[in-house]
């Protein structure tokens, strides 16, 4: 009788009982919900908790406030626990969008220190993969991270610590209706869906089940992995979403959530969730205007007429070329009308260059506010247009913090426009020379930025699905982001080339002083001669003065002659940037400086890959042994008498390259 008179009250104060702090909670839609929220996460009026907005790069959290406890006694093992949660992804262009949302188990609400992008708010670069940040997450991702070592754009994925997931399966499910036969589901499609998580602390197993809402929890999971989380979680955690956007204007939703520690998460009813807002595809400026006919035809003749004449003025002020072949990249292509509008018709006041390939405007998006960089460079031929383009699309899914992203492009008559992320430090050639300017890079920035650099190149050298030789690797072609990371730009040069297929030779294409003995020679771009360019980077950054500089004592005209001759003098940090004197750590500059020769090496094969360069600068591998002496003898003398001078007959005009755009395609 007082057996039952407990259990009695047990139910009628739950807190009274063994559960007290087991936690239990459901929300069909957030409207009036406590959640502990920051960045950009908030509940709209209609009851869905929205993580991000569309602003480009922001990061939002939703923590439930108490933390959870997940360990009973507190050093015993972990306990069971269970979630579900309906989220959508809206995206304002049907393939591409921000990253993506991770339900966490964090040891802080406070995730200041995270970063955006592909860490979606929860890591960051310094802390990724470290074993004391103590978090257990599962993303769902969509965007492909090559470093991250995601597995397509598409994925999900269990997190330990680090957004490297330790297991991750393409979005889908095993339908329990077709034999458990896996069915694709593209995160992207606008359309909620529901996820399952699912511990048992006894068996260390963890599962991860994905099904479109609507659809009955499938009996097989997407994953299922056994992980001791004992080590890895503390007896109380918070537990909570976090998100981040992407420069594509993507919104996180979650629409309900349940959690419960000990028993099964208790099923949301789906018919009180708030609906998710419909996807808002960019209009085509062409269908715009029938509006405008159609109320033009209700006024008096004269007033149509006039009408019509400003519709075919404006059309032709905004035309653009679109062919058949370029609808499949709906998405990546911009209306000239949205690009004229967000650089002020491309107003001298938003000019931030001209170089040998055209114009470049700083301009902001109408609809999405959006700052972007643009690119007007003309074009004749429309030979090799629809191949161009394609690489152009292709080079758009590149991703990596250390190269700025291409967003897309226009096409007109004549005329090829690219649109750019905006750098708003400008680019970096411009923070290492006195121009009376910008205030000049210390070394410590320099150093971080050349492993950047190096990690922005290798990126695109090995670790995406194509190689890419970039052509044209120089420091004004590395921009500087808002935290002043170097970012490789301009892929204007850049081709593609599938792996393993030969490497053809192509016009010269390159910029005088950073172009390889050998390429100048037979004209065959390469890996090989991007690690010679890059050489010349290094020596560039850390000597704060350009490759080939016409007006220095004869001896010093070429930089590189200038840093062998001071090595050979036994005091190579001689050659250093002379501002810099006194800042940097002489072995620092020691092997910025040797490094930058090594690739300099005028035998291709003597070069090191991108991936050996990115060790011995990050020290992980020693610099090899080799001597001043061996590149100033006979190698340097045909680095000279077969390149140096040919480029040097043709200086000033800086550019012997030929553009792909304009010729040879
Ligand atoms: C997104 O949220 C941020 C921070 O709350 C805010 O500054 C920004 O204006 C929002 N953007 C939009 C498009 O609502
Ligand atoms: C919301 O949660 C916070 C933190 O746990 C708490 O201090 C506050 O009283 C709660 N507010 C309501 C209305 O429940
Ligand atoms: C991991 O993080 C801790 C605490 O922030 C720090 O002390 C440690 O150096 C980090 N370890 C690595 C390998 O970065
Ligand atoms: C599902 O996606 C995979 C790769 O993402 C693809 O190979 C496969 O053809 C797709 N299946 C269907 C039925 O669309
Ligand atoms: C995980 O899924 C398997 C079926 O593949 C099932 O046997 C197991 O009970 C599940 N574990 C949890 C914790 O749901
Ligand atoms: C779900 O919500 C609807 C509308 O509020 C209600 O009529 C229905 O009974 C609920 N279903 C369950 C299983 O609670």
């Not at 330990?160 to 399966?169: F, G, M, P, Q, T």
């Not at 990546?332 to 040998?356: H, M, V």
């Not at 190096?454 to 695109?460: E, H, I, R, T």
Request: proline share 5%; net charge neutral.
């Amino acid at each position: 009788m007082f057996l039952l008179m407990l259990l009695f009250l047990c139910r009628l104060f739950p807190e009274l009982g063994a559960s007290s702090n087991e936690v239990d909670f459901a929300f069909d839609g957030f409207l009036g919900a406590n959640l502990s929220m920051d960045g950009t996460a908030t509940i709209t009026p209609e009851g869905l908790l929205r993580l991000t907005n569309t602003t480009k790069l922001l990061k939002g959290h939703a923590f439930y406030p108490p933390k959870v406890r997940f360990k009973s006694p507190p050093d015993g093992g972990v306990l069971s626990f269970s979630s579900t949660f309906v989220f959508g992804i809206v995206s304002g262009n049907r393939d591409l969008s921000g990253h993506g949302i991770v339900l966490a188990l964090t040891p802080t609400k406070d995730l200041g220190g995270a970063t955006a992008t592909q860490y979606m708010g929860i890591l960051s670069t310094s802390n990724n993969g470290n074993s004391s940040n103590h978090i257990v997450g599962v993303e769902v991702d969509t965007i492909q991270n090559p470093e991250l070592g995601d597995i397509n754009a598409n994925h999900v994925g269990i997190d330990i610590n680090s957004l490297r997931s330790v297991a991750s399966n393409p979005a889908g499910y095993f339908s329990d209706n077709d034999d458990g036969q896996f069915k694709n589901l593209s995160l992207l499609s606008g359309e909620p869906m529901q996820l399952w998580l699912d511990y048992d602390g006894e068996k260390m197993q963890l599962n991860v089940t994905l099904a479109p809402m609507g659809v009955a929890k499938p009996r097989i999971p997407l994953l299922s992995a056994t992980i001791d989380l004992s080590a890895i979680i503390f007896a109380e955690m918070y537990v909570g979403f976090s998100s981040s956007s992407d420069p594509f204007q993507t919104s996180h939703y979650i629409l309900g959530w349940s959690f419960r520690v000990n028993g099964q998460a208790r099923a949301l009813n789906l018919s009180k969730l708030p609906p998710l807002p419909k996807i808002t595809i960019g209009k085509k400026s062409s269908k715009s205007w029938t509006p405008w006919l159609s109320s033009a035809s209700a006024v008096i003749f004269l007033g149509a007429v006039a009408v019509i004449v400003l519709i075919m003025r404006r059309r032709i002020k905004f035309s653009e070329l679109v062919e058949e072949w370029e609808l499949q990249y709906g998405s990546q292509r911009f209306s000239f009308k949205d690009l004229y509008k967000a650089t002020n018709g491309f107003g001298e006041e938003e000019l931030l260059g001209a170089g040998g390939f055209g114009k470049v405007y700083r301009g902001v998006l109408p609809s999405s506010k959006l700052e972007i960089a643009v690119k007007r460079v003309s074009h004749d031929s429309r030979q090799g247009m629809k191949e161009f383009i394609a690489e152009i699309v292709s080079i758009g899914r590149l991703r990596h913090r250390n190269l700025v992203q291409l967003l897309g492009y226009c096409r007109r008559k004549g005329e090829l426009l690219l649109v750019y992320d905006f750098m708003p430090n400008g680019s970096l050639d411009k923070r290492l020379f006195y121009q009376g300017g910008e205030a000049v890079l210390s070394w410590n920035q320099r150093f971080r930025i050349i492993k950047g650099v190096a990690s922005g190149l290798l990126y695109l050298h090995e670790e995406w699905e194509q190689v890419v030789v970039h052509r044209d690797v120089k420091a004004s072609n590395v921009l500087l982001d808002g935290d002043l990371n170097g970012r490789l730009g301009d892929f204007g040069l850049a081709r593609l080339y599938d792996r393993g297929s030969s490497m053809k030779t192509t016009h010269l294409v390159g910029t005088t002083g950073y172009i390889a003995p050998e390429l100048a020679k037979a004209g065959k771009a390469n890996t090989v001669t991007d690690v010679f360019a890059f050489g010349v980077f290094l020596l560039e950054v850390a000597c704060g003065r350009r490759p080939i500089e016409p007006s220095a004592p004869e001896e010093e005209v070429v930089l590189l002659d200038m840093v062998l001759a001071s090595w050979t003098r036994g005091a190579i940090w001689d050659a250093g940037d002379p501002t810099l004197l006194g800042e940097y750590p002489a072995e620092e500059m020691e092997l910025v400086l040797k490094l930058g020769l090594l690739c300099c090496d005028p035998l291709p094969a003597a070069r090191p890959s991108m991936r050996r360069v990115m060790q011995m600068l990050e020290r992980d591998v020693p610099l090899p042994e080799f001597s001043s002496n061996y590149l100033n003898s006979n190698m340097l003398a045909l680095l000279h008498n077969e390149a140096l001078h040919e480029q040097w007959a043709s200086f000033p005009s800086a550019s012997i390259s030929v553009s792909l755009l304009s010729g040879g395609r």
